[in-house]
């Protein structure tokens, strides 16, 4: 009976929540503007909260909750970016729920009063075949090509020492170096950007030469930020 009731009480929470959220939305958009088709309470975080919070470091991106909308909707989440088990984690600051941003292609959460930095939209990651969260850092003007960032975080585990002379290391998360990758064409592939001058043009297919022109000419790096944008920009001129 208790079983049946929580359930019942679980279902009224996310539908009631559900019809806020869209009813806040843009009209016409139809079941995607409803929260029940991005979220899914996050029972984990709820019940584990301190698992995040009790080592050295952080699983998270930024530590406190920043403001946001998800999709086309206009009703503010809370919401922040778990690196290390890439999820995205919302909370309905009303009922004090936790909830994680599905993984459906093309889903996004950006942050409001803010650039494209701020954003985190689905992709698939086409080297593990697998849909992941991607920080948005920056799109063309046609909205085909798109730079976008990876952030990792790996949890280590304790370290006895194995001599006198080494000393206890204590579990701990530590933030990696975020990855570039790039998606190009409106596809909803994410490809990690190659060390490669020669593999990295070679993802412009039948372009290649003239981005290879372009970059040595505009002396441009595939391997900073500021380059990449340059290169996707004049990609989107070629078209």
Request: proline share 1%; net charge positive.
């Amino acid at each position: 009976m208790r079983k049946t009731l929580t359930t019942v009480m679980l279902i009224y929470s996310l539908t009631s929540f559900a019809q806020a959220f869209s009813s806040s939305g843009e009209g016409g958009r139809g079941y995607r503007n409803t929260l029940i088709n991005y979220l899914a309470e996050n029972q984990r975080f709820k019940n584990n909260k301190g698992f995040e919070e009790k080592y050295e470091g952080s699983a998270f991106v930024q530590n406190s909750f920043k403001v946001g909308l998800v999709g086309n909707n206009k009703k503010h989440v809370l919401f922040k970016y778990n690196a290390y088990k890439d999820e995205v984690l919302v909370k309905d600051e009303d009922n004090l729920k936790y909830f994680n941003l599905l993984k459906g292609l093309g889903n996004k959460i950006k942050a409001i009063n803010s650039h494209n930095e701020d954003t985190y939209i689905v992709f698939n990651d086409s080297e593990k075949d697998e849909k992941r969260f991607f920080k948005h850092v920056f799109n063309t003007v046609d909205k085909k090509q798109n730079l976008l960032i990876k952030q990792q975080i790996i949890f280590i585990e304790a370290q006895k020492p194995k001599t006198a002379y080494q000393e206890y290391k204590a579990p701990h998360f530590k933030r990696l170096d975020d990855m570039f990758y790039i998606s190009l064409d409106s596809s909803n592939d994410a490809i990690k950007v190659p060390k490669s001058r020669r593999k990295f043009t070679a993802l412009f297919g039948d372009k290649k030469d003239e981005i290879k022109t372009f970059m040595k000419s505009k002396d441009k790096s595939h391997k900073e930020k500021q380059g990449l944008i340059a290169i996707l920009k004049y990609y989107s001129t070629l078209k």
